[in-house]
């Protein structure tokens, strides 16, 4: 799940993660209450909120650039922020749809006198937390990595011990920090990492961590995201939760535990697992065609689910087609079979369906279908099914 980075600076302040005050406005009409409540005469950043990185270079879509600017003056910040909201950012990372602004946020604005980078995330490979900082922040880290990757230092924490003072000072000392900048980065370092850890976030990204010209250490900047599976811990972090930068179908597929992506093609994919279902997708590409989603109904998935499936897979307009691919262990291919059926005949399915089922009780299922008196294509192989399901939309 991802949040707004003011609302991840809030959970920053929290945690005592040093950072410019700053104050989000969701309506027109609280933009100059927020910017009274920030409390300063000096210049001022009005920031886009959206679930995307970007923002600064991005385009909305009236041609307005820049969805993060510069305002000498309070008016001046109020006539960004009037033509931000309620207008569709376009970045880099939001696809050409871009995205509504619905917040906006002011903050202070600081005498930068260097811009760093930092994170902390999971480290799959090390099955370990791992702290990612580079002396070169505000810009892309994958082009630092690529172009200067003696630039970038990681530090490895063992999850049971937790962050050591020692490697919070060996970070800062790697980052050039000394003297009373250097006391503010390891207790921002140390404080970040608690944050990390104690919200079960599955990545804090600071980009651009920065210093000022009276030696303050801040986050500039503040993306974090958690791991869906904790959340359930977290009640007062899944209330952060903005449905306007979701996906509905997502959202529905939430509703009943369906593992559903959107993408652009127009085949839809009905998989049990999330290693078929990205085989399936990429079969599909094999034989030409275009995946519309990703769609894991799990191991042992119900009728009803299989309904809710199908219903949210007919939402989206692209799809021309759907090929149902399940490999029955603890599922029952019978009960897919059945939910296939029910979901077909209820909402009176026009475009081809192609149907692959293997595994347990499979000679029930595949009767099921044969029986349904429905225009169901079935396949025996993952190719098999690839092809028709291709041939079918072309």
Known sequence: MNIHEYQAKSLFEKFGVATPRGVAARTPAEFESALATLG????????SQIHAGGRGKGTFTDGFKGGVKFAKTKAEALELAGKMFNN???????????RKVQTVYFTQACDIKKEYYLAILLDRVSSRPVIVASTEGGVEIEKVAHESPEKIFKIHVDPAMGLQG???????????FSGDVFKNAVKLITALYQMYWATDAAMVEVNPLITTTDNQVLALD?????DDNSLFRHPDIVALRDLNEEDSKEIEASKFNLSYIALDGNIACLVNGAGLAMSTMDIIKHYGGSPANFLDVGGGASKDQVQAAFKIILT????KGILVNIFGGIMDCNTIAIGVVAAARDLGLKIPLVVRLEGNNVVAGK????????KIESATTMADAAQ???KLVA
Do not use: C, M, W
């Not at 569709?88 to 871009?98: D, E, F, K, R, Y």
């Open 40 to 47: 300063h005469e000096g210049p001022i950043i009005v920031k």
């Open 88 to 98: 569709t950012l376009v970045t880099a990372q939001t696809g050409p749809a871009g």
């Open 166 to 176: 020692y490697q919070a000072r060996e970070l800062a000392f790697r980052l050039g």
């Open 222 to 226: 503040a993306k974090v995201s958690f």
């Open 316 to 319: 989206d307009p692209n799809v």
């Open 367 to 374: 009767k099921t279908l044969a029986e349904s008196g429905l």
């Open 388 to 390: 028709k399901i291709v």
